[in-house]
């Protein structure tokens, strides 16, 4: 079974730091580029990063370039994102996916798409 | 950026009734067009990619079509389960991803 469990939100002050985390198994991680995608609270999805399957190409949401970096460790199987400067408008669900493509399974094409549960980051003071 | 415009932004409907949500590309994207679903306290469920192709293990009255600007979701008959926020979701541009702003259905 895949799975995608998020960890390490919680509340922060205006300007603070929270380092998110997202826990990858059931599928060969070091494979999949991968993104984070948030949604603030009752609003709708915004991507905001994503990072190849190698770790050395990364690309990020401008509302967030310069604040957030994306890594990941293969060895270990899981991805992170370091938030700085936080913000109130940060505030939201942290989903880590799967980057989607098409594959063939049983010889029929399938979407790859997964998600995790989610983890919310709350910036307030 | 591309903008995906979604209409309506919510939509009264009853079990059984035929459904069909728009999304809007503010320039051509081809195909590139996925459509999600998503239930209150759960993750984004893909239904539709690739704006017509159906998400393996998702039921056969949920269908898309379109191509270019213009794009359509539809479900058939409506069931219980379905009411929910639908997504749309541009890949041209990936992995800059950008998503309509949703629909909700709500039970009329």
Same mark, same amino acid.
Not at chain 1, 2 to 19: A, C, N, W
Not at chain 2, 53 to 61: A, I
């Given at each position: 079974e895949v799975l995608l469990v998020e960890s390490g939100g919680g509340l922060v002050q205006p300007g603070g730091s929270l380092r998110i985390s997202c826990a990858a198994s *059931?599928? !060969?991680? *070091?494979s999949y580029e991968m993104n984070w995608v948030r949604q603030a609270p009752g609003k709708g999805l915004e991507w905001i990063s994503y990072i190849s399957s190698t770790g050395g190409t990364t690309h990020y949401a401008d509302s967030v370039k310069g604040r957030f970096s994306i890594s990941r460790d293969n060895a270990k199987n899981s991805l992170n994102l370091q938030m700085n400067g936080?913000?109130?408008?940060? !505030?939201a669900f942290y989903y880590c996916t799967t980057d989607f493509h098409v594959t063939l399974v049983r010889g029929l094409p399938q979407g790859i798409d997964y998600w995790g549960h989610g983890t919310l980051v709350t910036v307030s003071s | 950026d591309i903008q995906m415009t979604q209409s309506p932004s919510s939509l009264s409907t009853s079990v059984g009734d035929r459904v069909i949500l728009t999304c809007r590309a503010s320039q051509n994207i081809s195909i590139y067009v996925n459509w999600y679903q998503q239930k209150p306290g759960k993750a984004p469920k893909l239904?539709?990619? #690739?704006?017509s192709s159906l998400q393996s293990g998702?039921? #056969?009255r949920f269908s898309g079509s379109g191509s270019g600007t213009d794009f359509t979701l539809t479900i058939s008959s409506l069931q219980p389960g379905d009411f929910a926020t639908y997504y749309c979701q541009q890949r041209y541009t990936a992995p800059r991803y950008t998503f309509g702003q949703g629909t909700k259905l709500e039970n009329k």
């Amino acid at each position: 079974e895949v799975l995608l469990v998020e960890s390490g939100g919680g509340l922060v002050q205006p300007g603070g730091s929270l380092r998110i985390s997202c826990a990858a198994s *059931g599928f !060969t991680f *070091g494979s999949y580029e991968m993104n984070w995608v948030r949604q603030a609270p009752g609003k709708g999805l915004e991507w905001i990063s994503y990072i190849s399957s190698t770790g050395g190409t990364t690309h990020y949401a401008d509302s967030v370039k310069g604040r957030f970096s994306i890594s990941r460790d293969n060895a270990k199987n899981s991805l992170n994102l370091q938030m700085n400067g936080l913000r109130a408008e940060d !505030t939201a669900f942290y989903y880590c996916t799967t980057d989607f493509h098409v594959t063939l399974v049983r010889g029929l094409p399938q979407g790859i798409d997964y998600w995790g549960h989610g983890t919310l980051v709350t910036v307030s003071s | 950026d591309i903008q995906m415009t979604q209409s309506p932004s919510s939509l009264s409907t009853s079990v059984g009734d035929r459904v069909i949500l728009t999304c809007r590309a503010s320039q051509n994207i081809s195909i590139y067009v996925n459509w999600y679903q998503q239930k209150p306290g759960k993750a984004p469920k893909l239904l539709i990619y #690739s704006a017509s192709s159906l998400q393996s293990g998702v039921p #056969s009255r949920f269908s898309g079509s379109g191509s270019g600007t213009d794009f359509t979701l539809t479900i058939s008959s409506l069931q219980p389960g379905d009411f929910a926020t639908y997504y749309c979701q541009q890949r041209y541009t990936a992995p800059r991803y950008t998503f309509g702003q949703g629909t909700k259905l709500e039970n009329k």
